[in-house]
C-alpha cells in the first residue's frame, strides 16, 4: 500500500473549480431572483435569501475543511450506519414532518430553520450501494446479490413516496444506472423505457384504442407467426402484459394521483389547455426564459421573475432567472458547466482502484445529473413540475449542504486512490 498524502496535491482542482463557479453563479442569481431596485437590500443581507445562503456556502466550506481531513475510507467503515440513520429519520418524517404544498418532507427545527431528511438520506443511500456493490461476496452474477443491492435504492424510495415527495422518489431511482455499470443485465432499464413510452401514450390516447392498438398489433403478429407456436404465445404474453400495463396507468391517474399531481402530467403533453389556469407556473416560466432571447437583459434587469410571475424563483425554478437575464449565453454556460462537472466525475470514477469509490463516483453522477436533467426540464416545459433544486444553485440549505458533502466525499476518495487496492 503506498502513502501519498498530499491532499492539497493531489485533490482534482478541476472539480473544485467547476464547484466554486456554480456555487458563486448559482449565490449571485439568489439574489437576483428576489431583488428589488425599489427596495435595494444588499446581497450580503440576511434578511434576503442570498444573505441566508452566504451562510450555508461558508458552513460548506468547513464541511469541505473536515472531509479533507477526516480519514478515506469513513463512509466506507460506517456506511450501514448512516444508511440507518437516513432510513430513520425518513421514518421519523413521516410523524414529524407538516404539510408544505401537499408533502411532508420537512421537519421543522424553530427559529425558522428547517430540516429535509431526504436529501442527506441520498449520500447515506449512494454510500450503502457502493457499500453492498464493492463487498467481497457480491457476485455480478448471483440474482440475489442484485436484489438486495435494488432493495438498498428502493427502501427510502418507498418512504418517500409515502411523504408525497415524488420529484426526490425519482432521483433516489436514479441509482438504479450505477447497477448497470457494476454488471446487471439491462433488461430492467429496456422496460422502463417501454414503460415510459406506454405511459406516455396512455396520456396521449384513450385506454380503449390502445386495446384496440394493442390487439390489431397481436392479430397481425398471429398470420406471421402462424408456424411457432411458442412465438405466438410469447407475442401473447406481451399484449397481455402491456394491456395490464395500460389498466394499471389509468387506475393510476384517476384513483391513486391527487387532482394537482395528474394535471402536472397532463401540462406536459398540452401545456397550452390552461395557460392562465392550472399552466400558469410552466408559461410562465417559459415566457422568462424565452424574453432573455440570446444576450440577455442584463444582471438584475429581469422582469418576469422580478414582479413574482415566476413561482419559486429562487429555488426550483432559478434556472428562469438565467435564462431572463443572461439569455442563451448564460443558459448555454450553465448547462455547460454541469456537463464538464459529471464529465469529470465520470472520469475520476473510472481511473479508480477501489471499487467502492468508483460505485460511489457513479452514485453521484447519478443525483446530479436526474436532479439537473428534471429541474431544467420541468422550467422549460418538457417535464412535469416535481420541485426538485438545480444542484448548487437552488436556494436552501438542506440540499446545498447535500451535494456539498456528496461532491467532496468523492474528492476525497478520489485523492488517495493510489493508497488503496481493489478488494
Known amino acids: ?253 384517476n384513483d391513486v394521483l391527487k387532482p394537482h399531481q395528474k394535471d402536472r402530467i397532463q401540462l406536459v403533453f398540452n401545456p397550452n389547455s390552461d395557460p392562465l389556469g392550472k399552466g400558469w407556473n410552466i408559461t410562465q416560466s417559459k415566457i422568462a426564459i424565452g424574453s432573455g432571447g440570446f444576450f440577455g437583459k442584463g444582471y438584475l434587469n429581469g422582469t418576469q421573475t422580478k414582479y413574482d410571475f415566476v413561482p419559486e424563483q429562487s429555488t426550483d425554478f432559478i434556472f428562469c432567472t438565467i435564462g431572463e437575464e443572461h439569455g442563451f449565453i448564460g443558459t448555454f454556460f450553465v448547462v455547460g458547466l454541469f456537463l464538464l462537472l459529471l464529465n469529470r466525475i465520470i472520469f475520476l470514477a473510472e481511473r479508480q482502484k477501489w471499487k467502492f469509490a468508483r460505485a460511489y463516483g457513479y452514485g453521484v453522477v447519478c443525483i446530479l445529473f436526474v436532479h439537473f436533467t428534471v429541474n431544467i426540464g420541468m422550467t422549460m416545459g418538457l417535464l412535469p413540475v416535481i420541485g426538485i433544486p438545480l444542484p448548487f444553485f437552488s436556494y436552501g440549505g438542506s440540499s446545498l449542504l447535500a451535494f456539498t458533502i456528496l461532491l467532496f466525499a468523492f474528492l476525497k476518495m478520489d485523492a488517495h486512490r493510489n493508497q488503496v487496492l481493489d478488494r
Open 1 to 253: 500500500m503506498r502513502r501519498s498524502d498530499n491532499i492539497v496535491k493531489n485533490i482534482d482542482w478541476v472539480s473544485v473549480l467547476l464547484y466554486a463557479i456554480l456555487v458563486i453563479f448559482g449565490w449571485l442569481n439568489i439574489y437576483a431572483a428576489t431583488y428589488d431596485a425599489s427596495d435595494s437590500v444588499s446581497i450580503f443581507s440576511f434578511s434576503n435569501n442570498s444573505g441566508k445562503q452566504l451562510i450555508f456556502i461558508a458552513l460548506c466550506i468547513i464541511i469541505i475543511v473536515v472531509l479533507m481531513i477526516m480519514d478515506f475510507r469513513f463512509f466506507d467503515t460506517f456506511g450501514w450506519i448512516f444508511y440507518i440513520i437516513g432510513i430513520l429519520a425518513l421514518f421519523a418524517v413521516l410523524f414529524l414532518a407538516r404539510d408544505i404544498n401537499g408533502a411532508k418532507s420537512w421537519i421543522d427545527l424553530g427559529a425558522g430553520l428547517r430540516l429535509q431528511p431526504s436529501e442527506m438520506t441520498k449520500i447515506f443511500t449512494v454510500i450503502a450501494l457502493a457499500k453492498i456493490l464493492s463487498s467481497p461476496s457480491f457476485k455480478s452474477t448471483n440474482l440475489i446479490d442484485w436484489v438486495k443491492a435494488l432493495s438498498v435504492i428502493l427502501l427510502p424510495v418507498a418512504l418517500i413516496i409515502l411523504q408525497k415527495d415524488a420529484g426526490t422518489a425519482l432521483v433516489f431511482l436514479g441509482l438504479i444506472f450505477v447497477l448497470y455499470r457494476e454488471g446487471m443485465t439491462p433488461l430492467p432499464l429496456i422496460l422502463g423505457v417501454v414503460a415510459v413510452v406506454m405511459f406516455s401514450l396512455s396520456i396521449l390516447f384513450s385506454t380503449q384504442t390502445l386495446l384496440i392498438g394493442i390487439g390489431a398489433v397481436l392479430v397481425i403478429s398471429i398470420v406471421f407467426l402462424r408456424k411457432s407456436f411458442k412465438a405466438i404465445m410469447f407475442a401473447v404474453a406481451i399484449a397481455v402484459f402491456l394491456s395490464g400495463f395500460i389498466f394499471s396507468i389509468d387506475y393510476l391517474m
